[in-house]
């Protein structure tokens, strides 16, 4: 195996982090050996890496980022910035597991030596000031959340947006924000404030199980509608809803940031906050692996990571709970012809595959049309289209090349994925809808109700 001989000639530095005569790794959230102990360099991994895919470099590949977390704990790497480099470029999709015949963890490895890295090299000046701003000022709060919503809500309906864009003005921005402005969805009301009064939402028919939502940060600022539809699916399959007020943002962004000490303090909140329900459920791939990976967060904190064991079993993604526990399906016809992208932290992280795709084949008229590769990742990995936007947009390019032109609506069941692919779609001159899984539903059940109440008034 060919590493880059800069890493590797690395000299190891004075640093106070040594848990050994060797490691330089701090004792605290060290890299776990077990789950690099099954890595034999077979390679497999290497076809499934995207950042292998476009620099064709060992250190960007699974088993080059494993041989390099393995080497800092063997004394001959330093917790530097050559290490950071290959660490912070990985987009952690998990494709690399679900390839390897030892399922290596490479995910969860790459986390904990982000954590490392930031201990060692914590972010400061302007980078340090915008992550501690959106990370710790901005997503964990939701009244602040909601007011931002409320701004982008004015940005867009005043004509402000408009303006801004036919006299250039926003071309002072990056271009990689300028292309995400441009896909930014239509702001809706959040679920949290059109339902803050309510305790319970009731089924809309008999009563066969209650159920917790999670309703994100982001999710539920910019895809509102996405959070209204997974109610409205929820309800009409015998479902009561409850959405506790004490639920904060996953962690998942800090914890991909190395910020696992907020990363904790988030999931406490969230296992409080979800302590009386039996079922959580989430509609965006990132939290819900997050979720499913808070034990990942406590293995150094026996009572917390039983906890965290437990509140894991509960997590559910809204594609596989509705297709394990049953659901109606629709009878109007959508007409439509949709492809599926697999989000890479539903399909590798949760393990969740097939369970969406039948939702969509379920639906009348709907013709599912086969995406080559639709593991494959899209680029957005949480915020990596913005702190990697050339890496991001090589990916995306590999990702659109595989994305079938004759389908009318691209599905997914991730809130970055679908900004992601949007920016893909305009770029390459399409007219494809980017919609989540449950959105379709949704308006299968809308446009049977609709008929419905047609037929009722000719009676």
Not at 373 to 379: F, L, M, V
Request: aromatic share 6%; charged share 25%; glycine share 6%.
């Amino acid at each position: 195996m060919k590493i880059d001989e800069k890493i590797l000639q690395s000299q190891v530095q004075d640093t106070p982090c040594s848990t050994s005569s060797l490691s330089n790794y701090f004792e605290k959230d060290a890299p776990d050996e077990k789950k690099w102990a099954d890595c034999v360099h077979c390679g497999i991994c290497l076809e499934s890496c995207p950042t292998y895919e476009v620099t064709g470099q060992e250190q960007h590949s699974p088993r080059g980022r494993v041989h390099l977390i393995k080497s800092v704990a063997e004394g001959k790497l330093s917790l530097n910035e050559q290490f950071m480099d290959p660490v912070f470029a990985c987009l952690d999709c998990r494709a690399c597991t679900t390839a390897c015949p030892a399922d290596v963890e490479v995910g969860p490895l790459i986390e904990e030596a982000r954590g490392q890295i930031r201990q060692a090299m914590p972010l400061t000046g302007w980078k340090g000031m915008m992550s501690k701003f959106f990370l710790e000022g901005l997503f964990p709060h939701h009244e602040r959340l909601n007011k931002v919503g409320t701004l982008l809500k004015f940005y867009q309906k005043s004509g402000m947006q408009t303006a801004v864009r036919k006299t250039g003005l926003i071309n002072i921005m990056p271009d990689h924000l300028v292309a995400m402005e441009g896909v930014m969805p239509k702001v809706t009301q959040s679920v949290r404030k059109k339902y803050k009064h309510e305790d319970v939402i009731k089924a809309k028919t008999e009563t066969k199980s209650e159920v917790a939502m999670l309703t994100g940060c982001i999710m539920d600022v910019m895809f509102g509608d996405v959070n209204d539809a997974t109610v409205k699916v929820l309800t009409r399959n015998g479902n009561d809803v409850t959405i506790p007020k004490e639920q904060t943002c996953c962690g998942a962004l800090h914890v991909h940031a190395g910020d696992r000490e907020m990363g904790r303090k988030l999931a406490k909140q969230n296992m409080e906050a979800f302590h009386d329900a039996d079922t959580v459920i989430t509609n965006a791939a990132g939290c819900g692996a997050m979720l499913k990976e808070y034990p990942e967060l406590f293995r150094e904190d026996p009572e917390w990571h039983e906890k965290a064991v437990e509140f894991s079993k509960k997590v559910q993604d809204i594609s596989k709970y509705l297709y394990d526990t049953g659901y109606e399906i629709p009878k109007a016809e959508l007409n439509t012809k949709i492809t599926y992208h697999d989000a890479c932290h539903l399909v590798h992280g949760q393990g969740v595959r097939q369970e969406p795709r039948d939702l969509l084949i379920n639906i009348p008229g709907v013709e599912m049309v086969h995406m080559p590769n639709a593991d494959r990742c899209c680029g957005s990995a949480g915020i990596y289209n913005l702190t990697n936007p050339e890496m991001a947009g090589a990916v995306l390019d590999n990702k659109m090349e595989n994305v079938p032109e004759e389908v009318e609506m691209i599905s997914m069941g991730n809130p970055g994925c679908m900004l992601q692919m949007a920016m893909g779609v305009k770029k390459d001159g399409r007219n494809q809808r980017v919609v989540h899984t449950v959105q379709l539903l949704n308006w299968a059940y809308e446009k049977e109700d609709k008929k419905r109440e047609e037929e009722n008034e000719w009676q």
